[in-house]
């Protein structure tokens, strides 16, 4: 085992679209997506986001994504946005 | 299986309640007490005791030696609280069966108590303000209500990779309404169709309303013992055949190997390798239903229909049906019984091969196969009547 640096590019190989927020904290960007994304590097390697700034309702598995970091509070953290399969976002 | 041959004895409940607290201790002692009572034997035949709750601050089940106390057990030879990983309630009497035949113990009683407050994953809580361990790479995004998501998005990963339709899941929400019409104990009795299933609330997209159990207060007892106990019993004995746990690669809820199967194929799998019963002779499934994408995999990874058959298979749910080639989930399940979580499967499964369900009894049913969870915490076991 060992880290080595990525694209920020993948695609997703699941996701929901949720509906009820069971963290209230969550209850204000309903409804948002949560998915599973398998990073380009290696396919078996996956990683849980949110999929932002599109319809719920045009999210596909196997969709290409890329990373982008957006501020919640006081952190940082890593979500994908759908990119072209050369990795630009769209 | 090795070591002396197990069977099932008796089996009690303290009926699910929606509303009301009855309390995890007259909830536990009302299910053990019928079980004793059902099984012809008193609290001091009783030298093992094995319990599955969630663990946690708030006891959601007495732990074993509460149940000792409280039934008045004189000593335990054996005894096990399991907490949190496991089978769900199922993984009791796997514990006492092991137990048993090994001869650590000769009476087991074991029992899942739960209350309504830790089955009801779906309530808005507060959370820490911090995730802490695995739950920073998760807790962030959003993703909450204990398993509900990671099954949402297995439900999505099965329909891209094998077909399947989201009214596929709703044959198991459907069937569960048309057994539990019959059952006295279930919460949920009024049938349901497709139509129903496909209009009611999304909870987490492709996941529904009514692909999820439903939370109530109760408890479910069985009691244990060897064969050759069993003979002097008043009950038919309900042998086990035998069981098998599975976890599948990489065990995880979220990161699995086998993201959508979880442990239910290598527990399915390790369950036909230890018997020369086979699929096609199993009279009778009772197969965990906390949400219908849990049931659906395991009809797979016990090879009643080919991986990602099901939806041809279940025939718009007639298979599955009264009169169908493979009932499921007689009672109920939790679906329509009530969020008992797992040890009720093993009940129903008892209750079936002795004959006595009354309206809803398979006819001449001897052989039952039960299964528990899900992710990477399976197990199953084929129980037969003589």
Known sequence: ?90 | MEGREVAVVGVGYANPVRVGQPGIDKLTKTACVAALNDAGLVPADVDAVVQYSFGGVRADSPTATSAQRLLGIPDLAMYNDIMGSGPSGLASAMDATMAIASGAADVALVYRTITREAGHTGAPREGPNLAEGGMQWTAPFGYSGGIMMSIAMKMRRRMKEYGTRQEDFGTIAVNARQWGKDNDRAVLRDPISIDDYLSCRPIAEPLLLLDCDYPVSGSVAAVLTTRERAADLKATPVLVETMAYGTGSDPDWIFAGDFVFGGTRSAGHRLWSRTSLRPDEVDVAELYDGFTHITMSWIEALGFCGIGEFGDWVEGGKTIGPGGALPLNTHGGQLSEGRLHGLGFLTEAVLQLRGQCGVRQVPNARVAVVANAHGPQTGAMLLRRD
């Open chain 1, 1 to 90: 085992m060992g880290s080595s640096e990525v694209s920020g590019r993948g695609r997703i190989y699941s996701f929901t679209v949720v509906r009820q927020a069971f963290d209230p904290s969550f209850a204000e960007g309903l409804p948002y997506v949560v998915a599973l994304i398998e990073i380009e590097e290696d396919r078996t390697v996956r990683v849980l986001s949110n999929v932002v700034d599109v319809d719920p309702g045009q999210v596909e598995v196997g969709m290409p994504v890329k990373v982008s970091f957006e501020k919640r509070g006081d952190t940082v953290l890593p979500v994908f946005r759908p990119a072209t399969s050369d990795g630009r976002v769209q």
